[in-house]
């Protein structure tokens, strides 16, 4: 079982997600420093647009693309765009949990959520391990066995 | 107010940064290592559960899934190195079709690497991608004769 997605899959450049990870880590810090929901409201819209239509159209793709990439040699290979693109949709559930934690006063809720989005994002950018992506199985997993009861 | 700079954001960012880095560095020290199983251990594979034959001197079995950024790297890796030493044959398993085996084989990440010998039996396993040297090791391992 496999979510579909239409066509070929996408190459990214696998520097590209690195450094979006690197500026979801300083966002998400600024957000944990000044409880600002709004900003939240506005990383998850991030990682709603890399999700939902693709790391292209990311704005932090676009700034890779426009300013980062031009300064640096062709990559060594191109990877895969599902893996990312899976562990941003897994970033926009806890910036969205986050963000209505905030917004609503329970920040509780909206600094637990920051949390272990910006675990995952600081991984991503000091170490390249995409925890979205590890998540993914042990959620087939987990779903499996509710659906056998 | 949640505009008020509060210290527990902080304290929460700061224990994050430092619990996630101890974490990143404990993985990467682990990441991909083969290590071996017992012998006798109880897991053994056939080519009935893994719907091909087995390599005729050891067979390498890859879990991966299509959300896994490091399994295409891994298959190119196991390819190679099965297409370049005789009588040893790499299997991908797609882990969302066989949840059976990665029950069976307590599969929790991908890549997952199993390392069998001409029965079938696991020897060894490496959870995240393995480096050539290490795979070239442990087939060496797996293909000797066993003095029993």
């Known amino acids: ?149 | 107010m949640s505009g008020v700079a509060d210290p527990t954001g902080l304290v929460v960012a700061a224990v994050v940064l430092l619990a996630a880095t101890a974490f990143g560095l404990v993985r990467r020290s682990r990441d991909g290592r083969l290590r071996a199983l017992r012998a006798d251990g109880p897991l053994r594979l056939t080519a009935r559960d893994l719907g091909q034959s087995l390599g005729d001197r050891a067979t390498l079995v890859q879990f991966s899934t299509s959300f896994c950024a490091t399994c295409p790297g891994t298959r190119r890796l196991l390819t190679e190195v099965a297409d370049g030493t005789p009588g040893v044959r790499h299997v991908e398993i797609d882990a969302e079709e066989r949840l059976d085996l990665v029950r069976r084989a307590e599969v929790m990440r991908t890549p997952t690497v199993l390392v069998l010998d001409r029965d079938g039996r696991v020897l060894r396993r490496a959870s995240g991608p393995p480096t050539r040297a290490e795979v070239a090791s442990a087939l060496e391992l797996a293909t000797v004769p066993t003095a029993a």
């Open chain 1, 1 to 149: 079982m496999s979510v579909p997605l239409a066509g070929a899959p996408v190459r990214v450049d696998p520097r590209g997600p690195r450094f979006a990870a690197v500026l979801t880590t300083l966002v998400l810090l600024v957000v944990l420093a000044t409880g600002s929901g709004v900003l939240l409201v506005a990383q998850a819209a991030v990682f709603a647009v890399a999700a939902g239509f693709g790391l292209r159209f990311s704005p932090y793709g676009w700034l890779f693309r426009r300013f980062v990439r031009p300064r640096l040699g062709p990559p060594v290979e191109m990877e895969d765009e599902r893996p990312p693109r899976f562990a941003q949709a897994v970033g926009f559930t806890f910036a969205a949990v986050g963000a209505l934690g905030y917004l609503t006063g329970a920040t509780w809720l909206g600094i637990a959520a920051t949390a272990f989005a910006l675990a995952a994002a600081f991984l991503n950018a000091a170490f390249g391990y995409c925890l979205g992506c590890e998540v993914y199985l042990l959620a087939v997993r987990g779903r499996a066995r509710l659906g056998q009861g």
